[in-house]
């Protein structure tokens, strides 16, 4: 009943916040542009904050169509190169003809889109050649389309990598680092012909054994029954995916609020003063980061179920025990594939040391095949997104980039 609870709620909702965004058209209208603050501002506020009062099911825009490359500015064009029922491998075309290194960014498939590393993306977009893993929302995939487990997320990830061709570099984000180190070491173990030349794991859950985090603490407590009969709900019938089980994204979203609930209470009361104060700027950047918070994907049950008694339970892959189609998993296969590693010292959801621990598993690699960086002052998102990654942490993830290449 978790599902149909959630959706009947938002349903109910739906009245409310198209009534305040009619209000605000209207009130609006009166306003005729005057500068604020005026005697409507509060009114408006109000009205604005009710209407942006829930969440959305559809993946925003990257909304990059254009970038940078040395002095010229050039246009850039999203392309499906390869589709399945559960992912799009997207490609950030530019219309240049400069040869640059080819990078596959693999987006975190919990909770959130890929759409949530639009800043890694336009970063790393004017010197390299980028695809994203674009994950699918899988309330919105029918049950035709089969199941989607932990060993199908790195059977897509080998797929990509096929896809892009033999020479491309991975850079994976949070979550998806474990499957981002298995697909590398299955393919070394098949000498594959298109194992990635660089991996850049970055705040991502390799070994949770190390400092664990609330989140991690959490897995740790409670069984896999109880996972199974709290957190998963059946999609509604009304969606392409009806009678999917899935782990849904606004369960996510509430955990990883309640984590922080504090900051996110003072965020939007930052944000309705900002409105009624005409303070449109400091509005604007809030409200951009909301859209995007706000914007869930659910996940298939069988690979959430997975992803918690695997990576955060059985420690399977630093343990040994780790397998992909019934084959052992051995990190200690790559030797080809350079290995850098980043974490954020203030990361309250990754924490220092789970990254670092995939060094001990690549034994193969030789010292100067591997690179690690801790930085200090952010925390998990800072990792990836905002000034210190683009201006401190990207320039390693290039160099290690161009040193493989």
């Known amino acids: 009943m978790l599902y149909q609870a959630y959706q009947a709620h938002s ?17 609006g209208a009166h306003l005729n542009g005057a500068a604020r603050p005026s005697p409507l501002s509060n009114l ?31 246009a850039v064009t999203e392309e499906a190169a390869l589709v399945t029922p559960f992912a799009t491998l997207r490609h950030f075309k530019k219309d240049i003809d400069q040869d640059q290194p080819r990078v596959l960014i693999v987006a975190p498939l919990s909770g959130h889109f890929a759409t949530l590393l639009r800043a ?6 004017a010197e390299h050649d980028v695809y994203i893993t674009d994950w699918h929302n899988a309330r919105d995939v029918p049950l035709a389309d089969g199941p989607f487990s932990f060993d199908s997320y790195t059977t897509h990830l080998i797929k990509f990598l096929e896809t892009i061709g033999p020479g491309a570099h991975m850079v994976a ?55 199974e009969n709290n957190m998963i709900g059946t999609v509604p019938a009304r969606f392409a995916g009806g009678g999917r089980r899935v782990y849904p994204g606004f369960v996510q979203l509430s955990a990883f ?25 400091k509005a604007a950047q809030t409200k951009a980061f909301y859209d995007e918070y706000f914007a869930v994907l659910d996940l298939a049950a069988e ?4 992803t918690v008694k695997l990576v955060f339970q059985d420690h399977a892959l630093p343990l040994g025990e780790l397998t992909y189609q019934g084959q052992k998993v051995e990190p200690a296969a790559i030797k080809r594939t350079m290995l850098f590693t980043v974490e954020g010292e203030k990361d309250d959801i990754c924490a220092v040391g789970q990254t670092l621990a995939a060094h001990d598993l690549c034994t193969s690699l030789r010292p100067y095949r591997k690179r690690h ?3 200090a002052g952010v925390g998990h998102y800072g990792v990836f ?19 493989s290449d």
């Not at 890694?120 to 977009?125: D, G, H, K, S």
């Not at 984590?259 to 944000?271: P, S, Y």
């Open 173 to 227: 984000v949070c979550q998806p680092c474990v499957s981002a180190l298995v697909a590398a070491s299955v393919m070394a173990q098949g000498e594959h012909p298109a194992q990635p030349r660089s991996m850049t794991l970055m705040a991502g859950p390799i070994d949770t054994r190390v400092s664990p985090t609330k989140v991690n603490e959490l897995a740790k407590s409670k069984s896999m029954d109880w996972f």
């Open 11 to 27: 349903d109910m909702m739906s009245p409310v916040r198209q009534f305040a965004e009619f209000a605000l058209e209207t009130v």
């Open 373 to 375: 960086h801790m930085q």
């Open 257 to 281: 609020m309640a984590m922080n609930m504090d900051r996110h209470i003072k965020a939007h009361r930052e944000l309705y003063e900002n409105i009624a104060k005409g303070n449109n700027e």
């Open 303 to 306: 690979f959430y179920l997975e």
């Open 385 to 403: 997104s905002g000034r210190t990654w683009q201006n401190q942490i990207y320039p390693m993830v290039k160099n290690v980039i161009l040193q």
């Open 44 to 74: 408006t506020a109000a009205y604005e904050m009710i209407a942006r009062a829930g969440l959305s099911h559809t993946r925003p825009d990257f909304g990059i169509d254009s970038v940078t490359v040395g002095n010229q500015e050039v």
């Open 120 to 125: 890694t993306v336009r970063t790393m977009l």
